[in-house]
């Protein structure tokens, strides 16, 4: 009969891999540990920057991987990226620029200051659409896309506003369009009392 030795302890002539239930939770236990430490522990890599061509070498830790040697290589390829500036184009206005960076909204260059605000946006006003673009689910890209599509245009008045907001439906959830600042209002305004509205075309009371 095959006889065999514990994986943990060591033991000899058992016939199974451990030699107790103890042994197998234990085993277990400390090969769990061990991953766990091999995928937290740094492992050097080495990559080519997507935007400066640069070779740079960078710890890897969890399989997480980066594209970029800079943060500042990541904003200005992110331009490249949205359709602000070709490759070449970004690499130019990287050199005119010195110590400025673009918007990651605008694409408008900016210096950056050490308050959490103004290290990617250039306003208050981008940092809050982007803050709206990520509570809507859409990217930069897409609502690029969609103010090309609209001519830079309100999609209810036409107007040309200097700045178009998000309008979504507020049951759904899902991005309608794009508007100036007085219809989005407006709207909103309207979708919420629409029972109240109605009530005082037709001579009711109002709530």
């Given at each position: 009969m095959t006889t065999r030795t514990c994986r943990r302890c060591g033991a000899s002539g058992i016939r199974r891999l451990y030699c107790s239930d103890d042994c197998m939770i234990r085993w277990h236990?400390?090969?769990?540990?061990?991953?766990?430490?091999?995928?937290?522990?740094?492992?050097?890599?080495?990559?080519?920057?997507?935007?400066?061509?640069?070779?740079?070498?960078?710890?890897r830790i969890r399989n997480r991987t980066r594209s970029y040697c800079t943060e500042e290589c990541r904003t200005w390829y992110g331009t490249v990226r949205r359709g602000t500036y070709t490759l070449e184009q970004a690499k130019q206005q990287?050199?005119?620029?010195?110590?400025?960076?673009?918007?990651?909204?605008?694409?408008?260059?900016?210096?950056r200051h050490s308050t959490a605000m103004t290290k990617t946006y250039c306003s208050r006003v981008c940092l809050g659409t982007a803050t709206k673009l990520k509570r809507y689910g859409i990217t930069i890209e897409q609502y690029n896309?969609?103010?090309?599509?609209?001519?830079?245009?309100?999609?209810?008045?036409?107007?040309?506003?200097?700045?178009?907001?998000?309008?979504?439906?507020?049951?759904?959830?899902?991005?309608?369009?794009?508007?100036?600042?007085?219809?989005?209002?407006?709207?909103?305004?309207?979708?919420?009392?629409?029972?109240?509205?109605?009530?005082?075309?037709?001579?009711?009371?109002?709530?």
């Open positions: 236990q400390e090969a769990a540990k061990e991953a766990r430490a091999k995928a937290q522990s740094p492992d050097t890599q080495t990559a080519i920057c997507l935007f400066c061509d640069t070779a740079f070498t960078y710890e990287r050199a005119a620029a010195g110590t400025q960076r673009p918007c990651g909204i605008c694409g408008n260059l900016f210096t896309e969609m103010v090309a599509n609209q001519n830079g245009l309100c999609k209810m008045c036409g107007t040309k506003p200097t700045q178009l907001h998000v309008d979504h439906d507020h049951n759904t959830g899902e991005v309608r369009g794009l508007l100036c600042v007085s219809c989005n209002v407006h709207l909103g305004w309207f979708e919420l009392n629409e029972d109240r509205v109605h009530n005082y075309r037709h001579g009711g009371k109002t709530a």
